[in-house]
Structure formats: C-alpha cells, structure tokens
C-alpha cells in the first residue's frame, strides 16, 4: 500500500494512493494510517491533490556515516557503533516545498537516504524484530549546513534548520528495503548513486540502535544514512533523489529571506 498526506479540494487528509500515471486516485483514510487503516468513501484524482509530507513525526532519527564511501570523503575512520543525531520535526517539508538555505551558512548541502517510518510505539526491539514495528518506507534528503557541521563538532544546529528534512513522495508499506538504488541528481546532473545493500548498518541494526536509546513512536521517522557524492546547492537549483521502488523526491532551492 502506497501510504500519502494531501491537501485535497476538501482539506488535508491522510490517503491511499491507487493506481499509476494519470488513473491515479487518493482514497481518503479515517484518522491516521497505523494499523488497519478504513477509509471514508471520499476519493480524488491524484492530480487534483497536492502531496505534503506523508507523515507528522514526532521526531526524526538520524544514522551517520553508514557507507563507506561516503565515510571516506568526509574524512576520518568508521566508527565502531552507529552515530545517531536528531533532526526536529519542524525541518520536515514535502514534495516540491522549497529548501530554504539560511544566510548564516555559506554551504548547504544534500544528502539523499532512504527513511524508515515507525508504526507502532517501541522499545529495545530486536534487529530480528525490526519489521514488525515499521509501517513502511520513503524518501528523505538530509540537508546539512557542512560549514556549521564542520565548526560546531555536534550537528544540531548544521542539521535543524526548518526546511532540512524534505520526505515523500509517500510511504510504501510492502518494500524490501536491503537491496534498493537510491541516486540524487542535481539540475538534472547525477551525484550519488549507491544501493542499500552497501549500509553498514542494516536496517534492523538501525531500529535496534536506536530503540535501546529511547522509545520509538508511531509516525517517527528513521533516516539511514547517505552514500558519497554529497554536495553544495546554489538557489534556482532543483535537487531529486530517488529510490527504487519508491520513486522521486523533489525540492527546489531557494535562498531564507
């Protein structure tokens, strides 16, 4: 099941997406999305929607330098554990929603990742046990201020700003996520090209990492790491990444007024 958030001619909804192209429809979901979701009989073109960001998260979690590759270019050695940091919710934006770069920083980059989406409240969950708490899948970009990361040794502040967490399109829920292509491209020009399988850190290693650390809650949104080939984007730009399986994720970029 294709899992959206929308803004329809009659209001924000949660939905399922049926069909592809333009027989494409957003069925309307009754409250929220975890479990068995029932719908309310109401349904639209998908054209004649807007897709915003497929989940309201609590939080985002964050795995760093989970490819080796990517490791490499950002200098120094692999850690012996996961590297965790957060992202706040209020960085989340949807499909086609503006990255804003902030005037603070000089160097706003991307970083193209898969994310896992909770969908039950957990905690120390077994990396065997990993799939029975995810909801599902979708696309995230993981926009940091490299100068601010560089200066400041915690990422906080580099990774937070409003606008640094663009996620969708929206949420596949029968996904095998181990072996999937993910590439971003940048006015059109492709700079990351890996595959999930190269993760050092799988994604039941992920949920169990962080569930030992705190409690996941439904709709909270893993990222999983990026490949190598990160870089800076200029205003006017348009950055996509895409995941096979689950399709494209585009932003453009703009400069904060």
């Not at 997406?17 to 479990?35: M, V």
């Not at 181990?178 to 993760?199: A, H, N, P, Y």
Request: glycine residues 10%.
């Amino acid at each position: 099941m294709r899992l959206a958030r929308i803004a329809s001619p009659d209001g924000v909804a949660f939905v399922s997406i049926d069909g592809d192209g333009n027989d494409a429809r957003a069925r309307e979901i009754a409250e929220h999305p975890f479990g068995t979701p029932t719908f309310t009989g109401r349904s639209w073109p998908l054209a004649d929607t807007r897709l915003l960001a497929p989940i309201l998260a609590s939080k985002v979690v964050c795995i760093g330098k989970n490819y080796v590759e990517h490791i490499a270019e950002m200098g120094g050695p692999a850690p012996d554990s996961p590297v965790i940091f957060i992202k706040p919710n209020t960085s989340i934006i949807g499909p086609n929603a503006p990255i804003l770069r902030p005037k603070s920083s000089e160097r706003v980059d991307f970083e193209g990742e898969l994310a896992v989406v909770i969908g039950r409240p957990c905690r120390d969950v077994p990396a065997a046990k990993a799939a029975d708490v995810i909801l599902g899948y979708t696309i995230a970009n993981d926009v940091t201020a490299r100068d601010q990361q560089a200066i400041d040794g915690q990422w906080t502040r580099a990774k937070g700003y409003d606008s640094f967490c663009p996620l969708g399109p929206w949420i596949e829920t029968e996904l095998d996520p181990s072996d999937l292509e993910i590439t971003t491209t940048l006015g059109g020009e492709v700079k990351q090209r890996s595959r999930t399988s190269l993760m050092i850190h799988d994604i039941g290693a992920i949920v169990e990492w962080i569930s030992a650390v705190m409690t996941l809650m439904p709709g909270d949104v893993l990222l999983t790491g990026t490949p190598s080939g990160v870089g800076p984007m200029a205003a006017g730009q348009t950055v996509s990444v895409a995941v096979e399986g689950l399709g494209e994720l585009s932003n453009p970029v703009a400069d904060r007024g």
